[in-house]
């Protein structure tokens, strides 16, 4: 095959799989299956080829992140009940000593979002950003724009997130360096777009919705003490956030480890094994239920508000409850991840993608740059993040030799893409526009628009910190 036929091949199959999911509600999963088997066939494999490579790639990325992913969201069942998401919220708000109370859902969600999957995060912060919006009377226009910027950067952008952990395991990209380097383009790019938005998102008044703001009413003051979110038996700030910092920081320390330790040091093992991400995430679930014990009235009343269920074991609430419920917000984005990882394979496996990368390279595009409009183009054609950038990546690994930049930069390059497109075909948009209280072109103007000008500001960063030769 061509690079001129399989270029229209995939164009084909991206229309396809848009119109499986988007016209005939078709589930995105089959929906995935059936796109990287008719690839295949296209490409020129038999079926039994074509069928080996799913699976072989399914199989491969679901190693790769199934574990990480149940664990993070075993993790967020704790977050939940333990009102740590809460007691963050009031750490910010404090902070920012009760101004620009926009920030405190925002950089929660950011920091939530790091080993938590982003639509979990929409769950955990929506009902506080209505409660700050109702109290200080601050537009849903701007809980929603900054709220989204925070959780879709670091989903994006940062493992141990399912989508940038799988394309950082592909590439064989040191993961600390990810994460490092993931945190400090997304920070660059929120508070970017937030210093260029934030006047005008505060131009159209949106109310909260009724049932989150239930029972609250808008503070007497500015006081920090009455803007505050009363729950009884919070955590301390820095116990709430322990569980999500935990992992980033020994995933992280490992990594600087790796760098800058002797290989004859005697504790360069001991850094590698608990910055191993699965050892690393198993750390912040096992924080968190030690946070659990010491909350253990809350953690009872909030799991039967969620559940309905009512117990009074709390062993059996964090060691059972908080599993299935894990494991049933988990399901969806290990499969998404793995059959996505499945088109990537089916692509990545065609002999013409060798000679594409040629063409690529002999352009005159910076080369951090094509990896960026490789998973631009896909985020805008299938909305799903992980389905873009695993596809993506899938298409720009056979050219690495030839682009000439690191794993690191190259996986960062396809999150930022993944960020820049977030429209009506992306599931996340319409849980974003249905809990922030938006209509459709509300969803656009405070949802697409603030993830847009992010991606710019995202690659931009990169692009300079590459230059440097920093990546």
Avoid: C
Wanted: hydrophobic share 55%.
């Amino acid at each position: 095959m061509t690079v001129g036929g399989f270029l229209v091949t995939l164009v084909v199959a991206i229309a396809i799989l848009m119109v499986l999911i988007l016209r005939l509600k078709m589930h995105p999963v089959l929906a995935l299956f059936l796109t990287a088997l008719g690839l295949g066939l296209a490409l020129g494999n038999g079926v039994v080829d074509t069928v080996n490579l799913i699976n072989a790639r399914f199989g491969g990325t679901l190693s790769g992140v199934g574990v990480t992913i149940i664990l993070g969201s075993i993790l967020a069942m704790g977050i939940q009940d333990t009102g740590a998401a809460t007691s963050i919220s009031n750490f910010f708000i404090k902070l920012f000593r009760g101004k620009r109370l926009e920030l405190a859902p925002a950089l929660t969600a950011f920091i939530v979002s790091i080993p938590v999957f982003g639509d979990i995060t929409m769950v955990l912060t929506a009902p506080i950003a209505s409660v700050l919006s109702l109290r200080k009377k601050i537009s849903m226009s701007t809980m929603a724009a900054f709220t989204g910027l925070g959780l879709f950067l670091t989903h994006g952008l940062v493992p141990p997130t399912p989508g940038i952990l799988a394309i950082a395991i592909m590439y064989g990209a040191d993961l600390g360096m990810v994460i490092f380097w993931g945190i400090i383009v997304s920070i660059i790019a929120f508070f970017g777009t937030w210093f260029l938005l934030r006047n005008w998102t505060e131009k159209e008044w949106i109310e909260p919705r009724q049932d989150f703001v239930a029972g609250f009413e808008m503070a007497k003051s500015d006081k920090v003490s009455d803007l505050l979110i009363e729950e009884d038996n919070l955590p301390s700030a820095l116990v709430a956030m322990l569980p999500l910092l935990i992992p980033v920081v020994l995933i992280t320390l490992a990594s600087f480890s790796n760098v800058y330790m002797a290989e004859s040091s005697p504790f360069l093992g001991l850094f590698k094994t608990i910055g191993d991400k699965v050892i690393a995430l198993l750390a912040g679930v096992i924080f968190t239920v030690i946070l659990g014990f010491s909350k253990k009235d809350k953690v009872l009343t909030n799991n039967k508000r969620v559940t309905g269920e009512t117990t009074n074991s709390i062993h059996e609430v964090m060691l059972n409850k908080w599993v299935a419920r894990g494991l049933l917000v988990a399901l969806l984005p290990l499969l998404i991840t793995a059959m996505g990882g499945a088109v990537g394979g089916v692509l990545s496996a065609a002999p013409v993608i060798q000679e594409l990368g040629e063409i690529v390279t002999a352009s005159n595009i910076l080369p951090v740059l094509i990896p960026y409009f490789a998973a631009l183009i896909l985020m805008t054609a299938v909305g799903s993040m992980t389905t873009a950038g695993l596809t993506a990546a899938a298409i720009i690994l056979p050219m690495m030799n030839s682009l000439g930049i690191s794993p690191v930069a190259a996986v960062l390059s396809i999150g930022a893409g993944t960020m820049a497109l977030n429209h009506v075909n992306n599931s996340g948009f319409w849980i974003m526009t249905q809990f922030f209280n938006l209509d459709t072109k509300q969803g656009i103007k405070y949802v697409t628009i603030p993830t847009f000008v992010a991606s710019i500001i995202a690659i931009a960063a990169l692009t300079i910190f590459v230059s440097l030769g920093l990546i």
